[in-house]
């Protein structure tokens, strides 16, 4: 039903910037608080940051604040990460997920998950 693509992933320095975007089709967007999960390799997926729908409330892990912000636009049907500050442990593969809930740091909370897009952080 819901479709999400993640995209601006790369390969950058430590202390480099990098903007991720999701955009969702096949639903409506504004209905669904979203998160961006991370997962490197030996790693269990990890929370990153989380936005409600009307994008007043967001949520972040310890490690990102600070560093990432998210924010939403409901008229493109997208969220985007932006990461600022990036070190080698965030290297990993990014996902962004949809929730008709209320959003929360628990994987099993989303309903629906892109494909994802791989961010490396060299030192």
């Known amino acids: 039903q819901v479709q999400l693509v993640e995209a601006g992933g790369g390969l950058v320095q430590t202390g480099a910037s990098l903007r991720l975007s999701c955009a969702a089709s096949?639903?409506?967007?504004?209905?669904?608080?979203m998160g961006w999960f991370r997962q490197a390799p030996g790693k269990e997926r990890e929370f990153v940051a989380a936005i409600s729908w009307s994008g007043f409330s967001t949520s972040y892990a310890d490690s990102m604040k600070g560093r990432f912000t998210i924010s939403r636009d409901n008229a493109k049907n997208t969220v985007y990460l932006q990461m600022n500050s990036l070190k080698p442990e965030d290297t990993a593969v990014y996902y962004c997920?949809?929730?008709?809930?209320?959003?929360?740091?628990?994987?099993?909370?989303?309903?629906?998950w892109g494909q994802g897009t791989q961010v490396t952080v060299s030192s």
């Open positions: 096949g639903g409506t967007f504004s209905s669904y608080d």
């Open positions: 997920a949809a929730t008709l809930d209320s959003y929360s740091d628990d994987v099993g909370r989303y309903d629906y």
